[in-house]
Antibody, heavy 126, light 109 residues
Framework: EVQLVESGGGLVQPGGSLRLSCAAS????????MSWVRQAPGKGLEWVAD????????YYVDSVKGRFTISRDNPKNSLYMQMNSLRAEDTAVYYC???????????????????WGQGTTVTVSS | DIQMTQSPSSLSASVGDRVTITCRAS??????LNWYQQKPGKAPKLLIY???SLQSGVPSRFSGSGSGTDYTLTINSLQPEDFATYYC???????????FGQGTKLEIK
């Protein structure tokens, strides 16, 4: 069964740090782009960051640049998000997703975020 | 950055109705448009990718269309399990800086 399982969420004070993890199973993890998407309480979805198959490309939404770092460990089938200098507005459920993005020459196909984890909750509050 | 605007923000409909949700991009996104369904307390689920392709396992009453900047999600013959929030998402940006629409909440009339 294709599965993503997040962990590492919790309550942290403003300015603190957390490291989220996502364990992948049931597919060849090293063949896929991966993303983190978050959802603040009662709000919509926000893409946060993504990473390519070998970790050489990483991209972030402007609001987390310089504070969050996405990474992966392919032999361990795991995705991570190191979150530093946390703010109240980072409070959200964080989802790990599999991106069906495939490059060819100078172009690419993109078939969406086709696998999602169950989410892990991050609460930033004093 | 590419902005995505969905309409309406909320919608009331009855079982058996046909509904349409619209998503407009701030620039042409060449059919790099996906639709997701989210039920309360659950992770989103991919319904439609590349504007009109049905994800495996998704009922055929769901369909997508559009081109350029304007896209639609249509649900024919609404079923009780379809009442949820729907999001569009663009995947056109290079590098991949994705954006979602603000969501459309579909409620039972």
């Amino acid at each position: 069964e294709v599965q993503l399982v997040e962990s590492g969420g919790g309550l942290v004070q403003p300015g603190g740090s957390l490291r989220l993890s996502c364990a992948a199973s049931g597919f060849t993890f090293s063949s896929f782009w991966m993303s983190w998407v978050r959802q603040a309480p009662g709000k919509g979805l926000e893409w946060v960051a993504d990473i390519n198959q070998d970790g050489s490309e990483k991209y972030y939404v402007d609001s987390v640049k310089g504070r969050f770092t996405i990474s992966r460990d392919n032999p361990k089938n795991s995705l991570y998000m190191q979150m530093n200098s946390l703010r109240a507005e980072d409070t959200a459920v964080y989802y790990c997703t599999r991106d069906s993005r495939y490059s060819y020459g100078l172009g690419y196909y993109y078939y969406g975020m086709d696998v999602w984890g169950q989410g892990t909750t991050v609460t930033v509050s004093s | 950055d590419i902005q995505m605007t969905q309409s309406p923000s909320s919608l009331s409909a009855s079982v058996g109705d046909r509904v349409t949700i619209t998503c407009r991009a701030s620039q042409s996104i060449s059919n790099y448009l996906n639709w997701y369904q989210q039920k309360p307390g659950k992770a989103p689920k991919l319904l439609i990718y590349a504007a009109s392709s049905l994800q495996s396992g998704v009922p055929s009453r769901f369909s997508g269309s559009g081109s350029g900047t304007d896209y639609t999600l249509t649900i024919n013959s609404l079923q009780p399990e379809d009442f949820a929030t729907y999001y569009c998402q663009q995947g056109y940006s290079t590098p991949p800086l994705y954006t979602f629409g603000q969501g459309t909440k579909l409620e039972i009339k």
